[in-house]
T-cell receptor, first 112, second 115 residues
Framework: GESVGLHLPTLSVQEGDNSIINCAYSNSASDYFIWYKQESGKGPQFIIDIRSNMDKRQGQRVTVLLNKTVKHLSLQIAATQPGDSAVYFCAENTFGNEKLTFGTGTRLTIIP | DADVTQTPRNRITKTGKRIMLECSQTKGHDRMYWYRQDPGLGLRLIYYSFDVKDINKGEISDGYSVSRQAQAKFSLSLESAIPNQTALYFC??????????????FGPGTRLTVL
């Protein structure tokens, strides 16, 4: 079946540096992608999304890049802060399929 | 997200007991979902409902049932709990009217332990 996965289960980044979290997907028909942030003891929180007709989308301190050729997307967090410590996971959706498929997540740890 | 609430937040129960987890939302969304989260497995869909009269099974519905009592309420039941149902359970909502049905908003979760 189709799956969404992450390259690395953990990532440690120095405070102030940029973080890059990667996600691979296998369904070439996927046309909508979301990044979620999940802090300890909380539910997943929407960060940013991107549709397949775009290669890049920017939010506040975050950028999502989509490479449809290799079925890969990434989340870049600029000037990482302690509050960015969380598990980040991607989700994908295909038009006409009202269900999201979630990746397993990457734990981002900020080093002071 | 405070607009989506779940009760209880934590529950410990014994094998064979019936358990109900409740979800309420004030977002006015028509679509609601139940997921479970296990370490290393990510979120898996149990059931989803696109309106009060619509209930659909997800990928892991066995051992679970749901009830959509109103647009704002969606409850998940474990008729006879077993230890491998120990997990973190999340309710989520989305809004078909927004044109962005894909974006789901999650509650804070219920941690369920079955002994």
């Amino acid at each position: 079946g189709e799956s969404v996965g992450l390259h690395l289960p953990t990532l440690s980044v120095q405070e102030g540096d940029n973080s890059i979290i990667n996600c691979a997907y296998s369904n070439s028909a996927s046309d909508y992608f979301i990044w979620y942030k999940q802090e300890s003891g909380k539910g997943p929180q929407f960060i940013i999304d991107i549709r397949s007709n775009m290669d890049k989308r920017q939010g506040q301190r975050v950028t999502v890049l989509l490479n449809k050729t290799v079925k890969h997307l990434s989340l870049q967090i600029a000037a990482t802060q302690p509050g960015d410590s969380a598990v980040y996971f991607c989700a994908e959706n295909t038009f006409g399929n009202e269900k999201l498929t979630f990746g397993t997540g990457t734990r981002l740890t900020i080093i002071p | 997200d405070a607009d989506v609430t779940q009760t209880p937040r934590n529950r410990i129960t014994k094998t064979g007991k019936r358990i109900m987890l409740e979800c309420s939302q004030t977002k006015g969304h028509d679509r609601m979902y139940w997921y479970r989260q296990d370490p290393g497995l990510g979120l898996r869909l149990i059931y989803y409902s696109f309106d009060v009269k619509d209930i659909n099974k997800g990928e892991i519905s066995d051992g679970y049932s749901v009830s959509r009592q109103a647009q704002a309420k969606f409850s998940l039941s474990l008729e006879s709990a077993i230890p491998n149902q120990t997990a973190l359970y999340f309710c989520a909502t989305s809004d078909s009217a927004s044109g962005r049905t894909d974006t789901q908003y999650f509650g804070p979760g219920t941690r369920l332990t079955v002994l």
